[in-house]
């Protein structure tokens, strides 16, 4: 669903079919876009996760499906999950650098 | 690990007890770091607002960011880092964070999404003379500029508090603790650990 969400905002920027404004073809504008649309992502799916919570069906939330899921992508990736599991505070850090480093010197609009 | 001991509450029943029970809690060490942070930050966001209330954004002047990391970058990189040292004082629970994390965190995703938002509407709208909405990065490259000291208290804090978040994994060290307690010949029961035996052989998550 995250992944269909991020896609879809993400062609329909480059169609110029999203009316951001007059500058929507700058480079920029896409880049700031793309953000928007995984941010929306992040919303969609936390929101089904709440919406199944207080319908108290938890172990219906993206996380349990995707333990439970044997579909191609869960079968050929529990390696990877595992490892971002285990280290999710690296990650934060990584991107808290790389974060800063982007915003310092290179996001200029 | 021995528990601190819980105030006794008598007053309220069912879910007002649980929320008295909670609120009392936050006199405890480990909520010290959250608590504080958010203190010093509401502090700091009404008198940034007595401040600069009505300021013309025409008044920022120089937005050119500085050639090398400073201190300033590795002292919020520390604060991270303390974060995560911040959140291994307190124990935690296995139980499921509850539905007003998860609607807190919902909530947080709906703000960041909007703030993108409107981020790219100003880029796809320039302003001609400052006057207009600008992005909110420039807003934040200006306030950086004329007040570098209190922005890099805000970011240090995020820091601090992100990392907490990011680092605190309570049933992590119980799993830790319980394979301590097994090679030195502790019984391997749930007991030992903490932990239910069906989350001990999944995994820390």
């Known amino acids: 669903m995250a992944v269909l969400v991020f896609i879809a905002g993400n062609a329909a920027d480059l169609m110029n079919w999203v009316p951001w404004g007059p500058n929507r ?10 953000a928007f649309w995984l941010a929306a992502a992040v919303l969609v799916v936390a929101t089904v996760d709440l919406y199944r919570l207080v319908h108290s069906r938890a172990d219906d939330s993206a996380g349990g499906q995707l333990r439970r899921s044997d579909g191609p992508i869960s079968r050929r990736t529990p390696a990877i999950r595992a490892w971002v599991r285990h ?5 934060g850090a990584v991107g808290l650098i790389v974060g800063g480093v982007v915003g310092h010197f290179i996001w200029k609009p | 690990m021995t528990r601190p001991p819980r105030p006794n509450l008598t007053l309220g029943t069912g879910n007002g007890r649980r929320a008295l029970r909670k609120l009392a809690n936050v006199r405890q ?3 010290a770091t959250p608590v504080g942070a958010a203190a010093l930050l509401t502090v700091l966001l009404g008198a940034a607002v007595l401040r600069f209330h009505g300021t013309p954004v025409s008044s920022c002047q120089s937005l050119r960011p500085d050639a090398w990391p400073t201190a300033a970058f590795v ?3 520390s604060a991270f880092l303390l974060g995560g040292v911040t959140g291994k004082l307190h124990p935690g629970s296995d139980a499921s964070p509850g539905i007003w994390t998860h609607a807190a965190l919902t909530l947080f995703a709906a ?7 409107y981020e790219t509407w100003a880029i796809a709208n320039p302003s001609q003379n400052h006057v207009d909405p600008q992005p909110i990065t420039f807003y934040v490259m200006c306030v950086r500029s004329n007040e570098s000291d209190w922005t890099l208290f805000v970011f240090v804090m995020a820091a601090l508090l ?5 680092w605190h994994r309570p049933r992590a ?4 603790a319980g394979a301590a307690d097994r090679s030195h010949g502790a019984p ?3 007991e030992a650990t903490g932990v239910k035996p069906r989350e001990e052989a999944r995994g820390p998550s």
């Open chain 2, 111 to 117: 703000v960041v999404a909007v703030v993108w938002g």
């Open chain 1, 87 to 91: 280290n999710h505070a690296l990650l």
């Open chain 2, 29 to 31: 060490a480990h909520y």
């Open chain 2, 173 to 176: 060290a119980r799993l830790r």
């Open chain 2, 75 to 77: 002292a919020i990189v």
């Open chain 2, 188 to 190: 391997k029961t749930s």
């Open chain 2, 162 to 166: 992100v990392g907490r978040w990011l």
């Open chain 1, 25 to 34: 073809a700058s480079g920029w504008v896409h880049a700031s876009a793309a």
